[in-house]
């Protein structure tokens, strides 16, 4: 037996939700190399802890040098984070989405995490409203970010592509541009389980001085605001996006966000 010999290393396989989910990943996260900004190395939305650790105390100098995209504050919050590091057993996360304005409704989404591997990424699958609402999206495995995101901001975009007549690619490069240096965030205390937990708020407006939207102002002002605390299981408290009304027209305030409820035994 020759015990000098290096072990065999097969290479990765990986399904096709995976790479359906890193194609939308890569759709929203627009890289930029800038020091000036704080920005850090971007490497893979399915980062396990220890790797994900090991990058933050990296000098920035060293992602320079090789190369490296570098993302923005708002991006790491929102991709580059393990979202699900504090979940340990299998689970459900319940979620409430409430739609105002035109079309109003109130359904529900699940996140089942349904296996966690040894290295303490998942595999998860999802169901995404109910009924006539239902909306597709395949499972994922070896996980340790929250897809919820990515799903809701898809979900996002294919309704205004409905709405508008205009390429869901067209929406998804606004946000991604904006996300490097129009977003803004900030620390926040919220009430979550009978106590007041720390959190971080991120807002943009990725559509505020796009001129092919000048015909639909409630669009141009449309926010995004997303909610993170590490003390809310998988991380995200609140996803959302809002329009004010149209004050020339009779197109009302418009909303829809997606709120954790809660959690159960998977």
């Known amino acids: 037996m020759n015990t000098n010999a290096k072990p065999l290393r097969l290479p990765q396989v990986r399904t096709g939700a995976e790479i359906f989910i890193s194609h939308l990943r890569k759709k929203y996260c627009l890289k930029r190399a800038d020091l000036k900004t704080g920005m850090t190395r971007c490497r893979t939305w399915r980062l396990m802890p220890v790797v994900l650790a090991a990058a933050v105390t990296l000098p920035l100098l060293r992602a320079l040098a090789d190369n490296s995209p570098l993302l923005s504050p708002a991006q790491v919050a929102l991709f ?4 699900l590091k504090n979940i340990a057993h299998p689970e459900t996360l319940a979620y409430r989405l409430e739609r105002t304005g035109p079309d109003p409704l109130v359904d529900a989404v699940l996140v089942h995490i349904q296996t ?3 290295n303490g990424t998942k ?5 995404f409203l109910t009924g006539p609402h239902r ?3 395949p499972a994922v495995d070896d996980f340790s970010g929250n897809p919820l995101l990515m799903l809701f901001l898809e979900h996002d975009v294919q309704e205004m592509k409905e709405q508008t007549g205009i390429a869901t690619a067209y929406f998804r490069n606004h946000i991604r541009a904006a996300l490097i240096d129009r977003a803004n965030m900030a620390a926040e205390a919220i009430p979550f389980a009978g106590k007041t937990v720390a959190a971080r708020l991120i807002t943009v407006k990725p559509f505020r001085d796009d001129p092919r939207l000048a015909n639909l102002p409630s669009f141009r002002d449309k926010t995004y605001r997303f909610v993170l605390s590490e003390d809310v ?3 995200i408290e609140t996803l959302g996006a809002e329009m004010p009304a149209n004050a020339g027209s009779d197109t009302p305030a418009w909303s829809e966000t997606i709120t954790f409820v809660g959690e159960k035994p998977e």
């Open 233 to 235: 299981p998988g991380q």
């Open 123 to 127: 595999y998860i699958s999802f169901d």
């Open 80 to 83: 580059e984070t393990p979202h």
């Open 116 to 118: 966690i591997h040894p």
């Open 135 to 137: 909306q597709f999206f």
